[in-house]
């Protein structure tokens, strides 16, 4: 299976702090992409990167890629209440469909 | 603001009962998805159309069908569900010209089968 896989499969912080979430696939791509999913809801685009480039910033979210090791880390600075949610990665497979990440569960505490 | 809707958000229905989920969307994109997303799970591709061009996994059961009649439209027939098919159902578009590989996902609808 092309499945990516992201650890760890659960993260509990306080507000204010941080979130690394990582996601490792298997097969070359020529992006990555993040995504939310609040619970009960679709999922939400967050970022892409594409495979050339190694960090990509958006807001509070930092996304690097490494395509010599198959990975990618996302990093939520001071998180708040309202990231609670699962969050996954997604790699194309070259063709028009994306490959989705186990996710995340975040879980951040006022 | 363009969207990708779906209706109902919540279905319920009997075992081996037909029943449609249908998605809509404002944004005119050229790509549609359906995924079927179990508890604590990755969501995963039933099947998508490019255009008119249908495209079915693999491993999509035959019980699971799919209709675009239209650009903004796509239904998700399942035509004898079982108790393994309660999940969420998400639709998801993507405007493969312009900005590939991003999918605009609707709000889902969460199937119960009794």
């Known amino acids: 299976s092309q499945q990516g896989e992201e650890d760890p499969q659960a993260l509990s912080i306080q507000e204010g702090e941080n979130a690394t979430m990582n996601c490792s696939y298997k097969?070359?791509?020529?992006?990555l992409q993040w995504y939310r999913q609040n619970s009960g809801r679709g999922l939400v685009h967050l970022i892409l990167i594409r495979s050339n480039e190694r960090e990509k910033h958006s807001g509070r979210l930092r996304v690097t890629l490494d395509t010599s090791k198959k990975s990618s880390s996302l990093l939520i600075t001071a998180s708040r209440a309202a990231d609670t949610a699962s969050y996954f990665c997604?790699?194309?497979?070259?063709?028009?469909?994306?490959?989705f990440g186990t996710g995340t569960r975040l879980l951040v505490s006022p | 603001d363009a969207m990708v809707i779906q209706n109902p958000r919540y279905q319920v229905t009997q075992f081996g009962k037909p029943v449609t989920l249908s998605c809509s969307q404002t944004?005119?994109?050229?790509?549609m998805y359906w995924y079927q997303q179990k508890s604590s799970q990755a969501p995963k591709l039933l099947f998508h159309y490019y255009d008119k061009d249908f495209n079915n996994e693999a491993d999509t059961p035959d019980n699971f069908q799919s209709r675009r009649p239209n650009t903004s439209f796509c239904f998700l027939d399942i035509r004898s569900p079982g108790l393994g098919d309660a999940a969420m159902y998400l639709c998801a578009t993507s405007s493969w010209e312009v900005r590939p590989y991003e999918q605009f996902f609707g709000p889902g609808t969460r199937l119960t089968v009794l």
């Open positions: 097969t070359s791509i020529n992006n």
């Open positions: 944004l005119n994109h050229n790509v």
């Open positions: 997604a790699t194309d497979d070259g063709f028009q469909k994306l490959v």
